[in-house]
């Protein structure tokens, strides 16, 4: 099969303004990341009170990096990257860091994405959410806008199937926390164009991160075999294998692994673990991929990890 990483030859249309949408932990992140890149930004989230806490967030975040002298703040030591390369180059001057801030726009209004060449959808990971989202955008949108999705699971060729440009639908989806982790995995949908890829590729280096490519089915590369190894170790606890210190301690000395699979997941959310094991087990039809009952019900229970306070562990 060919490899989904094979670009075409065709004519690449340079990116130069990004419309967010969510301005949770994923797409504060994107923009900001995209703002102080040099792209013009705009943010969207239908909750003035998670907008307000996403301009917050980004405009410390950004003064904190100019002073600092780094350009993505270091929260944690993440997987797969190397803490040095926070350390060495790519600093963020005082004049970087001004023009990164009067160029991120906050908006209350979808009806400001008229001009964007891009859209990075990074809302509640629903299909149904994110579908009504893809028809709404793809009437506001310009004609050549790119529809692209940071979601973590979900069909791109459905939600490209609820707009009108499915050549232009394809899925970038960014690491969490996005300013800092290096990757970018790209999904192609059924229908999206060599254009569109080559265009979303760009954008992706242009953002510093290396890319891979996955095809479109449930979970695609990274959450296909993250996600049920986080919901292995609910299972664990869940069963009474060990406590939950011993199970992230197992897998972070035992594995190499820089976090323990209970510990990732409360960073993560627990919220969207059980989204996308629900989208695994729907997608994919095999009962082994179905959420862990202990997951299912933290959720119930509201408690969804710590997501956005990533400076202060809570034990599950
Ligand atoms: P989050 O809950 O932190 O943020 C989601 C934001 O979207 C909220 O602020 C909410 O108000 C807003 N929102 C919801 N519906 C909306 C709508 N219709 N229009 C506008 N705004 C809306 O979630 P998150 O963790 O940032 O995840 C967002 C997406 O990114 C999901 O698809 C998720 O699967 C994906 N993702 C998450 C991670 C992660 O580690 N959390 C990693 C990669 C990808």
Same mark, same amino acid.
């Given at each position: ?9 065709? @004519? ?28 013009? +930004? ?32 270091? *929260? ?14 790519? %600093? ?20 400001? %994405? ?60 960014? $690491?969490?926390?996005?300013?800092? $982790? ?20 760009? *954008? ?15 979970? %695609? ?15 664990? *606890?869940?069963?009474? +294998? ?24 409360? @960073?993560?959310?627990?919220? +969207? ?44």
């Amino acid at each position: 099969r060919q490899s989904s990483c094979d670009g075409g030859g065709g @004519h690449m249309a340079e990116i130069r303004s990004v419309g967010v949408v969510g301005g949770g932990q994923m797409g504060s992140g994107i923009a900001q990341l995209a703002a102080v890149n040099g792209l013009e +930004v705009w943010l969207h989230d239908s909750d003035p009170t998670a907008l307000s806490k996403a301009h917050q967030s980004i405009s410390s975040t950004i003064q904190s990096l100019v002073s600092k002298g780094r350009l993505t703040k270091v *929260l944690f030591v993440p997987v797969l990257a190397d803490p040095l390369d926070f350390l060495t180059d790519n %600093f963020l001057t005082k004049e970087k860091g001004a023009e990164a801030v009067r160029m991120l726009k906050y908006t209350s209004s979808l009806e400001d %994405f008229g001009s964007v060449d891009i859209v990075i959808e990074a809302i509640v990971e629903s299909e149904e959410v994110k579908k009504k989202l893809f028809t709404l955008l793809d009437s506001i949108v310009k004609e050549s806008a790119i529809l692209a999705s940071n979601t973590s699971s979900i069909s791109i060729t459905r939600l490209a199937s609820a707009t009108s440009r499915p050549t232009q639908v394809i899925g970038m989806h960014f $690491m969490n926390p996005p300013p800092i $982790m290096k990757l970018v995995e790209i999904i192609r949908g059924a229908n999206t164009s060599e254009d569109t890829f080559n265009a979303t590729k760009c *954008l992706a280096e242009r953002l510093g991160k290396k890319i891979v490519c996955s095809q479109d089915f449930s979970g %695609f590369i990274i959450n296909r075999i993250l996600m049920p190894m986080i919901n292995e170790a609910f299972h664990a *606890l869940y069963t009474g +294998v060990a406590t939950k210190e011993d199970i992230d301690a197992g897998m972070k000395l035992g594995t190499n692994h820089p976090m323990g699979p209970l510990e990732l997941a409360d @960073h993560i959310g627990l919220d +969207v673990c059980l989204s996308i094991m629900k989208v695994l087990h729907a997608g994919l039809g095999d009962s082994k991929y179905a959420p862990c009952p202990l997951l299912v019900q933290y959720v119930d229970a509201g408690r969804l990890g710590r997501k956005k306070e990533l400076d202060d562990i809570e034990a599950m």
